[in-house]
């Protein structure tokens, strides 16, 4: 079977969850339901690696210490790629070579996607320009400053626009189920949310406007 | 202030969002609301690491690599500590050495607690004897099986019998927030909720024996 390339992106004080979540959601969808398909690869339709500047040992917050699969010129070339959020967003502002990195990868993608305050590095490169968006709620005025173009759901747990973008931190899962969900339909995403026990239903008693918000349509 | 030790347990084929979850849970709780408290440990209550038999890199579920904090001989005395699931666990149900340091290991803290079939590798060990207990929903069976005098619940996403052990993979998250409200108060556990924005609501519209199932009582 073909596989999708998904790559994360990480960086030194990338937030744990953003990139955990993702990497999580996505490495143990499987075509064929239950706990063995999850023994091997077989019908796995995505081939998940972690990617950074270079190869050195990266610092989350809080402290974890991930080592990252591939450098910048050694990954290979991703279908999908996951922009995670965290304080070190910060720092990717005012990168050049990381934005530029950033438009050069985002050029050749499938589909381009961030969690939390990934969307602000999106933004600061220009890939969000025109479209809907959201963020972490703490940084809804900053994603607006950065790109007034930007239409700021403030709402969604996940917004699609062409870019998908998150809410904060653990919405980030709802942004790789919705991208489990396109791809391969809503009976491998709701199979893979039952195998992992995450509540990946309909509303799922989420408050509009608070932590727990639903994601809205494509 | 004083700060509880929480020490998360790393072996190979870990499942990542077993030990990622909490670790964001814990090491992102502060007792001061807001955005600002989380850029310092400043009113952090919790000090998180990760321990391992080595201090030589883990590869998790799905390939991604984490250096563990400690090795055994290194680590700090945990308050709390923290055993995740994966199929990993199925070696160490069969890892002598292993199992000795659990036993030494639990018999220090303050609390014990495991996520998914890390509740297993406790019940191998001893460690929940006579107590009720949950895991994973396929584990369920193997569970009974390996201490018939656990009391097996299959609804509850969250038991706490004195260990708290918890439902499958994502399910840890709830596990963690039982434990920071259980020492901190609700009030802190719900404003580290709405941080990370995960829906931690009771009930949250999980529906009983299905993939979120809300927590039970202490």
Redesign the interface.
């Known amino acids: 079977m073909s596989r999708r390339n998904v790559a994360i992106l990480l960086f030194p004080e990338v937030?744990?969850?953003d990139f955990?979540?993702p990497?999580?959601v996505f490495?143990?969808t499987r075509l064929d339901p239950?706990?063995e398909s999850?023994?091997s690869e077989e019908t796995a339709p995505f081939r998940?690696?972690?990617v950074a500047r270079t190869g050195e040992?990266i610092t989350a917050?809080?402290?974890?210490?991930?080592?990252p699969?591939f450098d910048f010129d050694e990954a290979p070339s991703p279908d999908i790629l996951v922009i995670p959020g965290g304080?070190g967003t910060r720092a990717l502002l005012e990168d050049d070579g990381m934005l530029a990195w950033l438009r050069r990868a985002a050029g050749g993608v499938e589909l381009l996607t961030s969690v939390c305050t990934g969307s602000l590095v999106l933004a600061r490169a220009g890939l969000l320009a025109g479209r809907r968006a959201t963020t972490?709620?703490?940084a809804h005025d900053l994603l607006e400053a950065i790109d007034p173009s930007i239409s700021v759901d403030r709402e969604s747990?996940v917004v699609d626009d062409g870019v998908v973008t998150s809410?904060?931190?653990?919405?980030g899962?709802d942004m790789a189920f919705h991208v489990v969900e396109r791809f391969c339909g809503k009976d491998v995403a709701d199979e893979t949310?039952?195998?992992?026990?995450?509540?990946?239903?309909p509303?799922?008693?989420?408050?509009a406007g608070?932590?727990?918000?639903a994601p809205t349509g494509r």
């Open positions: 937030e744990v969850l955990a979540g990497f999580e490495s143990r239950g706990v999850r023994r998940v690696y972690t040992p917050t809080g402290g974890l210490r991930v080592i699969h304080f972490h709620w703490g747990r809410a904060g931190v653990s919405a899962m949310g039952r195998y992992i026990e995450y509540p990946r239903l509303g799922a008693g989420l408050p608070g932590p727990g918000r």
